[in-house]
């Protein structure tokens, strides 16, 4: 790990002070003026200061003349106190801070930043209503948005713990006091600078190779494997059929008998009733199942790759040919059919060309730019070719039907039968529950006979919002819920855009819903009681009857849960929705008590990531209800232990967050919860430090570790990267 500027500036030769400090002078240089000095609002945008409170605090104590700009001498001697000066520098530096009141200090002033008479020097003490102003701002920096009631508690529970003799005031010496509990905080305390007010980091060194560690290998070698036989399987058929023709008839002939086989294999990667129903077979231990997205992506990119191989060969033969005495015209190649030129009809050069043209438009519209940037119906439309593409595979090769035979007939029948399943009999919408940031919570009838494991998803159809459309969620809802499904749907799309908007409008929900079942009536608020459903801020709550149609259920890594030993489950924002129907099975098993033993077999630790405060409010509630259920196990059958960041707030290291997370802490302390979520978890600032979350869980020794994800793709990519440091299997849920 590389350590903190003000830990590593301490150990600076004198010849690292020296690049250093050039170093600091040419980024001063980028930024200041004409004049070598660098205003209010310079100083704001290289401190990336979102509110202006602390950057005028900042920029008014480094402004040692009161001029209005800082210089670069200025800048330089604030910089020697924060990077190379002592604890107690700093300490100075963040009462001054706190002191806003403006007020000369009379004899001796406070060293360091301020002199006894500068107008920037404070009282010598922080008064409640001080605190109360610094607490605010740090709220807004943070943004963390409470209640003045609760601001006042917080100021309260801050002021007292560090009021030492209950003067009314706190010195610097109580302060001094109060943060000494904190040795870490004030060992690497920072203003939370651009990078141009810190020395950069020493080179790390390179680490070990991923591929030369054993967990890459327990989470890849499947895959690998496959990789292996499929590329090996591609250059038997280009062997068995490129010798039998010369020139680039071979290379045409080779690569067009390995497109029989890949473009079969496309159909075999999304039959998705079949793979789930492989995920309950000793085979799903040995394939790679739930890569097999990732599988179909990379055979696509080879069909793409070897048609334009096969089309150009291909067109070269056609050109050699048609440049010999008595041969039709290169174009007559390409664009009539004549007898004998292959495929039905002598049509082969053409549905060639009409299919390398589809090809190409389905790869395009198919890249991740198109699917997450809010088109993804462009995406789903154009992928509706595959049909098209088939029929002509079957006019174009004539031996492609043997490959297609039989994933073929596998492909029409799953489709087939969800068609007749999903039409059988329509279902409802009965209620809808509109979040923050944009989620809508659907509650939906649960069709007799549907069985899911939890973590599974299904494919939604809302003819209101568009007829022919269907796209995948996850069930948020537990398995025992018998009467329901949930689906939280984050707004990111067209389609999910229109659903929120639709159930925006009350005229387009039903006035006088048709009367739901007497089952449904009866047990929805049993149901309720027992997962702690409640309305949040900002939630819009409302019954209706709109049809909708499902398809599914399929299954994801996430089945794989109730199997370990100690499951890590991380999910950031959104992503919590598979791991909300995972928890919530577990309550009920503990609830009905049907299941309890098997509910506390394993342990686990379940991680919260979001943004901003609002998120949380998605599934608080369930939360509550699980910390309940926690506190009323003997400690031996405690199995859960719930982990929240926020990584809007900061931390306590910053300056303009320390004051702020110890007057939460203390609150949660006597109060006995957060005073963000109002779960008793306290909710940490910033992001998680991965390597000393996984070493934590790896000393715990509380039996096999996996490690299951739901996020955003850059995230999913670091943390599997820790995963095969610590030896930990990794499973990421895609969506």
Known sequence: PVPHPSRRALTMSAGEDAAWLRWVTKQFGSIAGQDKEIDLEGFKTALQVKESFFAERFFALFDLDGSGTISLEELLKALSLLVHGNEMDKLRFLFQVYDVDGEMVQGEGISGFCGPCSPHAGSG????????????????????????????????????????????????EELREELEAFPEVMENLTISAATWLKPPPPAERRPRPRCLRRAFWHNHGGALRCLCGYAGLNLLLFALAAPRHAGSLALARGCGQCLNFNCALLAVLMLRRCLTWLRATPLAKVLPLDQHVAFHQLVGYVVLALAAAHTGAHVANFS????????????????????????????ASQTGLVLQALLLTMAAFSSPC?????????????????????????????????????????????????????????????????LPSKVTHLVIERPQFFHYKPGDYIYLNVPAIATYEWHPFTISSAPEQQDTLWLHIRSLGQWTNKLYEYFQQPESLSTEPKPL???LRERRPQCRAQVGVSTGLGETHRLCSIKCYIDGPYGTPTRRI???????????GIG????????????????????????????????????DQKHFEWFVSLLTRLELEQAEQEPGGRFLEMHMYMTSALGKHD???????????????????????GLRTRTQPGRPDWSKVFGKVAEEKRGKVQVFFCGSPALAKVIRVHCERFGFPFFNEHF
């Open 125 to 172: 003490s922080i008064d409640p209503d001080e605190l109360r102003v610094v607490l605010r701002w740090c709220l807004q920096e943070s943004a963390i948005a409470l209640p003045e009631e609760r601001l006042t508690d917080l100021t309260l529970a801050l002021f007292e713990a560090a009021d030492k003799d209950h003067s009314g005031s706190i010195t610097f």
């Open 320 to 347: 050699r040919l048609a440049q010999q005495d008595g041969h039709p015209a290169l174009a007559e190649y390409l664009l009539q059919a004549r007898p004998g030129a292959g495929g039905l009809w002598g049509t």
């Open 370 to 434: 198109v699917r997450r940037s809010g088109h993804f119906e462009v995406f789903y439309w154009t992928h509706f070719s595959y049909i098209s593409i088939w029929i002509l595979l079957l006019l174009h090769g004539p031996h492609f039907w043997k490959w297609f035979v039989v994933p073929g007939c596998l492909f029409v029948l799953e489709k087939a039968l969800g068609l007749a399943w999903r039409r059988a009999r329509g279902l409802r919408i009965v209620e809808v529950n509109l």
């Open 517 to 519: 079942s007497r089952s």
């Open 562 to 572: 109730f199997t370990s030993e100690h499951a890590v489950l991380i999910g950031a």
């Open 576 to 611: 919590i929705t598979p791991f909300a129907s995972i928890l919530q099975s577990i309550m009920y098993r503990l609830v009905l008590g049907s299941q309890s033993e098997a509910a506390v077999s394993f342990q686990v630790d379940f991680i919260w990531i979001n943004r």
């Open 655 to 677: 300056m303009k967050g320390i004051g702020l997370q110890m007057a939460l802490d203390l609150l949660a302390a006597k109060e006995q919860r957060d005073s963000i979520t």
